[in-house]
């Protein structure tokens, strides 16, 4: 998404809170979209008046919020101008710089060297409620065919998969991960890969690291996801070298 400079700018997902919201509705609302591409990296987020309005709350609760975003290094405040996705002002741009030299095949090696071990640490700590999450995130992923809609679903599942770790770096890691995706190379290369039979064999590798999950087998979880990356990568190889 591009940033905007007016006041109205509306929240990039579709189903906002309806009732009052509370500081941790708000943070934990924003935090998602941040974490799952809604906003990018650099991104101005909606004005907090613009907010309010959104969640139906004060503005000194969206404060708050966003005070806890910034806390967590998941936003950014620069007098006059807004709140921003990412680092301060200072090092913004050499962190853009960075992902913008890193290629798609970068992205995926440095995946196939964390995910498959946050698979198995998912299999161990997953409480259940987050297997209810990813549940709901499969499905959601099988009922489209649609490239970006999957390739949302798709970074929803394995950010959810980072959480489930319950591992503060490897959240931290798949955060940045999730920011490279969106950078113009990966979407080149997703145009070309997320053809229908590829996206059905993505959600059918994703269903059996969680079937794994779900059986509490920490070792199957993480040689099935390690399965499902190497595929990603021999695709990707593909689309590189047709």
């Known amino acids: ?58 503005r000194s609760t969206v404060r708050r919020a966003l005070d806890k975003l910034e806390k967590a290094g998941l936003v950014s405040r620069r007098l006059g101008s807004g709140t921003f996705v990412g680092a301060a002002p200072q090092s913004n741009g050499s962190l853009l710089d960075f992902i913008g030299g890193l290629t798609p095949l970068d992205l995926i090696d440095a995946r196939a060297a964390v995910e498959p071990f946050t698979a198995r640490l998912a299999a161990e700590h997953a409480d259940a409620g987050m297997i209810e999450d990813l549940e709901g995130v499969l499905e959601s992923a099988g009922a489209t065919r649609d490239q970006d809609d999957f390739s949302k679903w798709d970074g929803e599942f394995h950010l959810l998969l980072a959480q489930a770790s319950a591992n503060p770096f490897l959240i931290h890691v798949f955060r940045q991960i999730n920011h490279v995706r969106l950078n113009a190379q990966w979407g080149a290369m997703k145009a070309n890969i997320l ?46 070298n047709p």
């Open 1 to 58: 998404m591009n940033p905007q400079s007016n006041d109205d700018t509306e929240l990039p997902v579709s189903q906002a809170p309806k009732r009052p919201s509370g500081v941790k509705i708000v943070s934990a609302y924003l935090q998602r979209a941040i974490e799952t591409g809604a906003y990018s990296q650099g991104e101005r987020l909606p004005a907090e008046r613009q907010l309010a309005q959104t969640f139906n709350t004060a």
């Open 195 to 240: 053809m229908p039979e590829a996206i059905a064999e993505y959600n059918r590798q994703h269903r059996a690291v969680l079937d794994a999950i779900e059986s509490r087998d920490p070792l199957l979880a993480q040689k099935r996801m390690a399965e499902h990356l190497e595929s990603a990568r021999n695709d990707l190889l593909k689309a590189l």
